[in-house]
């Protein structure tokens, strides 16, 4: 691995629609399954909101101490959880680092508090008078105590900092679909400035709470079909939009000079990154621009790169503008699209399509970009159908927002071998 830089990732942890730890992720990779269903009950339901990217089997129990659980809502349980894999990966125990040299960056957004939660308070509004104005007399009594806590953005982090006694800088990214990046960009940063020697940065989201449900871009929704597995179509010629979903993934980022003064396994390191902004029907140019800035202050040439982790939403024209500032820079890339196995994340989204490029090339193996059956002549990116062998170690991860925010990341993993 080259020697070029001092940001190292020394440990990560996932919680996904395509399993639970790092092991799991990578068996449903491999086996090109995808984590795309129909959400419980909707079966029948012939609406683009029943299909969902939704995590099975999760239970905070086994992560976090019952005291704790009270005041976390399901995100912030995931988030906890994929911080707590990521720093056994990395074999940080306590008293390793000086907790005010330990820093926490957690990506996150709008947290929306289940429905049930509100209906004993609005049940004795209607008591009183079916009139709204006394719920400032009954709120107080009807809802726990703590339960405004259960969904702040910034409680992931704050929850993530107190489990490591972490004392340095500690933040939270909110930039909707590309927040994960950024997060990660930040952490290095703080590495960079000489403010911490560890940063855990993650992500946590779920798009799939029935109240945030009401506010999606429906015309970003695939159509429904009946095998919600073949919902999204990532830069394919008959695509027609994604899914919602959820999960959350964390990361150890360290100085190399921590890692290897503890003797703690190194998984990738960062070379470079860049962040853009603009208008949305200029992402293709901008998008071509960053990733060619991220090569150029890496000292990396287009050919070297082994894969793009590209955003690849399935969304219609999202995929053609990409594409084509993609295919601008890095015309012969192999290109792999993560969202075809879980569809759209939230913020959380970078994050996890970062420990699947990791996991990759561990393995030397590029998973199959699911669905994609016929390419369509305006997404000129080599797109696998098929599982295939990697040519480098090095990955370039991007993720965009509708509203023209762009982040790239150039990393390179650690293989097996290493």
């Known amino acids: 691995m080259r020697q070029t830089s001092e940001i190292v990732i020394t440990g990560m942890g996932v919680v996904s629609p395509i399993g639970i730890g790092t092991r799991a992720v990578w068996e449903s990779l491999l ?34 101490a019952k005291k704790s659980l009270k005041v976390m809502c399901r995100e912030i349980q995931m988030g906890f959880a994929a911080a707590a894999m990521a720093i056994e990966d990395a074999k940080l125990s306590p008293g390793l680092v000086a907790p005010p040299r330990i820093a926490t960056v957690f990506a996150s ?7 049930a939660d509100l209906v004993p308070a609005f049940r004795q509004c209607i008591t009183l008078g079916n009139d709204v104005s006394s719920w400032g007399q009954v709120a107080p009594r009807e809802i726990e105590p703590l339960w405004m806590l259960k969904y702040l953005p910034n409680m992931a982090a704050s929850h993530i900092s107190i489990l490591l006694d972490a004392q340095g800088p500690s933040n939270t990214v909110v930039l909707g ?15 960079q400035r000489g403010w911490a020697d560890v940063v855990v940065v993650g992500a946590t989201s779920s798009q799939l709470n029935p109240t945030a449900t009401v506010y999606r871009d429906r015309l970003r929704m695939a159509n429904w079909t009946s095998d919600p597995t073949l919902a999204v179509r990532p830069f394919e010629a008959n695509r027609g939009g994604t899914v919602f979903g959820e999960g959350a993934a964390a990361f150890i980022v ?50 070297e790169v082994g894969h793009i982790n590209a955003n690849g ?27 075809s196995y879980f ?42 159908a098929v599982n295939s062998p990697l040519g480098s170690t090095l990955a370039l991860v991007t993720n965009q927002a509708p509203a023209g925010q762009i982040a790239t990341l150039l990393i390179e993993g650690a293989t097996t071998s290493e």
């Open 31 to 64: 086996a090109n399954r995808s984590g795309v269903r129909f959400r419980p009950g909707m079966e029948q339901v012939q609406e683009p909101w029943a299909m969902a990217g939704s995590v099975e089997d999760f239970d905070g129990k086994a992560h976090i």
């Open 109 to 115: 957004e709008a947290f929306y508090a289940n429905p």
């Open 177 to 191: 679909d590309n927040s994960s990046l950024p997060a990660m960009i930040e952490g290095i940063e703080l590495l």
């Open 254 to 303: 360290e100085t190399l000079a921590s890692a290897q003064a503890r003797g703690a396994p190194i998984l990738a390191r960062v070379l470079g990154s860049n962040r853009a902004w603009g208008k949305p029907e200029q992402s293709s140019a901008r998008l071509a621009r960053s990733v060619q800035d991220t090569l150029e202050r890496s000292g990396v040439c287009a050919d």
């Open 313 to 339: 939403t399935g969304v219609l024209a999202e995929d053609r503008l990409e594409a084509q500032g993609l295919a601008s820079v890095l015309p012969y890339c192999p290109v792999f699209a993560a969202k």
């Open 343 to 384: 569809g759209l994340l939230g913020p959380a989204t970078g994050a996890v399509e970062l420990v699947c490029s990791l996991l990759a090339i561990r393995q030397g193996i590029l998973p199959a970009t699911l669905n994609y059956e016929t390419p369509d002549p305006d997404c000129p990116v080599r797109v696998a």
